[in-house]
């Protein structure tokens, strides 16, 4: 397990210099190792024990794992600070996750209450993956995005809530490039803005024509040819300069 662990990190962060360096300066690492030291002390019915040996790598780490949540071979943690891991959390095989992820319940179930992740599912940064649901096999999760719904395998998901895109570009790019996926309220807003400028422009065809025109509009102000509002949605739909 360790050795998978560790040709897992080797493939997967380019930073990655030599066993030693992984071994004593990879969060990620150390806490998956303590946390298969808790969980089988866990499984053998140890009261505390367990439970303490989570809370020493959570001081240590700055990830908690729960000696209850069971995880796969090949699993990596990347930096990790803030990611929190529940009880009745599965996480497969080959999976990766970012840093300030959460693997959550939403309230005060009995039973199964966390997330189920299939195998190579990459959680990106910030990433909240909330209640009994079921992420498949080879799913991208966008940084910062919150999934409370089952997700279908070889499916992308971002937004606020998380709405699943099938894209077959995302989805085959390397699970480092976040800039690749698609912003789905980017996409709404822009095309609503443009309904909306074909509506003005029919409303303008049969109004007459000093009755809307467009330094009449609030926000009125014109440069070339596009109104205030107008330059202002183009600049938010285009990243606000970023």
């Given amino acids: ?17 030599n066993w030693l360096e992984v071994l004593f300066c990879y969060p990620g690492l150390q806490a998956l190792l303590l946390h298969r030291v808790a969980h089988k002390l866990h499984q053998l019915g140890l009261p ?14 700055g990830i908690e794992i729960h000696p209850g949540a069971k995880i796969g071979k090949g699993v990596f ?13 599965i996480v497969g095989d080959n999976a990766l996750i970012y840093q300030g992820v959460t693997l959550g319940g ?17 959680v990106g940064a910030g990433a909240k993956v909330l ?9 991208r999760v966008g940084a910062g995005s919150v999934v409370l719904r089952d997700v279908p395998s070889h499916t992308t998901v971002v937004g606020v809530p998380g709405r699943v895109i099938r894209q077959d570009t995302c ?44 330094p009449q ?21 285009d990243g606000a300069g970023i």
């Avoid at 390397?174 to 003005?200: G, M």
């Fill in 171 to 214: 989805l085959t790019a390397d699970a480092l490039d976040h800039n690749k996926l698609r912003d789905v309220e980017a996409e709404v807003i822009r095309a609503l803005f443009e309904r909306v400028k074909i509506l003005e422009k029919q409303i303008e065809q049969l109004e007459e024509p000093s009755s809307l025109s467009v």
């Fill in 48 to 61: 505390l024990i367990p439970r303490l040996i989570s809370q020493i790598s959570r001081f240590l780490t």
């Fill in 1 to 17: 397990m360790l050795f998978t662990d560790l040709q897992t990190i080797y493939e997967r962060d380019p930073a990655a210099r």
């Fill in 77 to 89: 943690i990347d930096h990790g600070m803030g990611v929190v891991i529940g009880e009745t959390a």
């Fill in 131 to 139: 209640g009994n649901i079921y992420i498949g096999d080879h799913v």
């Fill in 217 to 237: 509009l609030s926000n009125g102000q014109v440069h070339n040819g596009k109104s205030k509002t107008d330059l202002m949605i183009e600049e938010f739909l």
């Fill in 106 to 122: 939403t309230g005060k179930e009995i039973g199964k209450r966390h997330p189920t992740l299939g195998n190579n599912v990459v």
